[in-house]
């Protein structure tokens, strides 16, 4: 069984920045990827950042030049530095792993609210 469990999110005003962090347990082999998806209110589930196994990352138009994705592979543990957020940035993010070829695992979601 694998795990994924989330931290960073919270409340913060427009402008301002947030990391998320996930890191991965479990039974876990042959990573391909992980990511970062997002969920605001009425909307579906939306790819944010993907970072692949051998490095290369992938982003939402809507993030590029804001957001940084990157991994600690020892740790399993993905990150996601969010900067100038703005209030459509408003979501729960979820963390995703991609491995073992076909497999995958999410996490419970974290709440990121950007408001003044």
């Known amino acids: 069984q694998v795990q994924l469990v989330e931290s960073g999110g919270g409340l913060v005003q427009p402008g301002g920045s947030l990391r998320l962090s996930c890191a991965a347990s479990?039974?876990?082999?042959?990573?391909?990827?992980m990511g970062w998806y997002r969920q605001a209110p009425g909307k579906e589930r939306e790819s944010v950042a993907r970072?692949?196994?051998?490095?290369?990352?992938t982003y939402a138009d809507s993030v590029k030049g804001r957001f940084t994705i990157s991994s600690d592979n020892a740790k399993n543990t993905v990150y996601l530095q969010m900067n100038s957020l703005k209030p459509e940035d408003t979501a729960v993010y979820y963390c995703?792993?991609?491995?073992?070829?076909?497999?995958?695992?999410w996490g419970q979601g974290t709440q990121v609210t950007v408001s003044s």
């Open positions: 970072i692949s196994s051998g490095g290369p990352t």
């Open positions: 995703n792993l991609k491995f073992g070829g076909w497999r995958q695992a």
């Open positions: 479990g039974s876990i082999f042959s990573i391909n990827a």
